[in-house]
C-alpha cells in the first residue's frame, strides 16, 4: 500500500504571498490532520479532515485554512505568508472511523519564507 | 505550560547502550500514547503504541506508561547507529489531534 504523499517537497515563498500545500492519504483513510514543525514550537497540530469537513482545529489564526475534496486528498492554504510560517508542513492521514487511531504521516513540505 | 514536556536533549550515547527517553504531561484526559521516530528531512513514523499503563514491548523497544504520575517512557536496548533519530512523544484523548513534546535528539556513536 502506498504511504502518505506530500506535493510539493520543497517551496520557497516571499512574505505576503498564499501559499497551497497537497496531501494524499493511504487508500482507504478518510482522515487528514496537518501538522506544522518548527525547531522553536516542535510538531502543532492545524486541523483535521474527515469525509470533507473540517473536524477539530487547532489554534492557528485564520490564515491558515484546509479542504478536502471526495477522494479524500487534501490541501492545506496559508495567506498573507508571515517569516514565521517558515516550517516543515506534515500531513497524518488514517481511517477516521474509530476515536483514537495510528495516524500515519507522510515525508513533509518544507517552506521558506523570505 | 505546555501540556507535554519532553527534554530535547541532544542525547548522545556509544552504541549497545541502554537509551531512556521520558515525557511527563498535565491533562489527564490524555489516554493513548505513542512514540514516533523521526529521521532527518523525514516524516515520523510511529514505533510504540499504547492505551493503558504499564509496559508493551516491541523486539528491542520497550514503552512505558505511568498514569498516576503522567509520565511516560521508551527505552532502547542494544542501541544501534541506525537509532540515531530524533525520538517524539506524542498523545490525544481521542479526538484525531495529537500532542507532541518537543522531541528528543538521540545520537548513538558506533
Known amino acids: 500500500k502506498a504511504g502518505v504523499t506530500q506535493t510539493p517537497r520543497y517551496l520557497i515563498k516571499t512574505r505576503g504571498q498564499q501559499v497551497t500545500l497537497s496531501c494524499s492519504p493511504i487508500?482507504?483513510?478518510?482522515?487528514v490532520s496537518w501538522y506544522q514543525q518548527t525547531p522553536g514550537q516542535g510538531l502543532q497540530f492545524l486541523f483535521e479532515?474527515?469525509?470533507?469537513?473540517?473536524?477539530n482545529k487547532g489554534n492557528f489564526p485564520g490564515r491558515f485554512s484546509g479542504r478536502q475534496f471526495s477522494n479524500s486528498r487534501s490541501e492545506m492554504n496559508v495567506s498573507t505568508l508571515e517569516l514565521g510560517d517558515s516550517a516543515l508542513y506534515l500531513c497524518?492521514?488514517?481511517?477516521?472511523?474509530?476515536?483514537?487511531?495510528?495516524?500515519?504521516f507522510g515525508p513533509g513540505t518544507r517552506l521558506l519564507v523570505l | 505550560q505546555k501540556e507535554v514536556e519532553q527534554d530535547p536533549g541532544p542525547l548522545s550515547v556509544p552504541e549497545g547502550a541502554i537509551v531512556s527517553l521520558n515525557c511527563t504531561y498535565s491533562n489527564s484526559a490524555f489516554q493513548y500514547f505513542m512514540w514516533y521516530r523521526q529521521y532527518s528531512r523525514k516524516g515520523p513514523e510511529l514505533l510504540m503504541y499504547t492505551y493503558s499503563s504499564g509496559n508493551k514491548e516491541d523486539g528491542r523497544f520497550t514503552a512505558q506508561v505511568d498514569k498516576s504520575s503522567k509520565y511516560i517512557s521508551l527505552f532502547i536496548r542494544d542501541s544501534q547507529p541506525s537509532d540515531s533519530a530524533t525520538y517524539l512523544c506524542a498523545m490525544f484523548s481521542g479526538a484525531q489531534k495529537l500532542v507532541f513534546g518537543q522531541g528528543t535528539r538521540l545520537t548513538i556513536n558506533p
Open positions: 487508500s482507504g483513510h478518510r482522515s
Open positions: 479532515y474527515f469525509s470533507e469537513t473540517q473536524r
Open positions: 497524518a492521514s488514517s481511517s477516521g472511523l474509530a476515536g483514537a487511531e495510528t495516524q500515519y
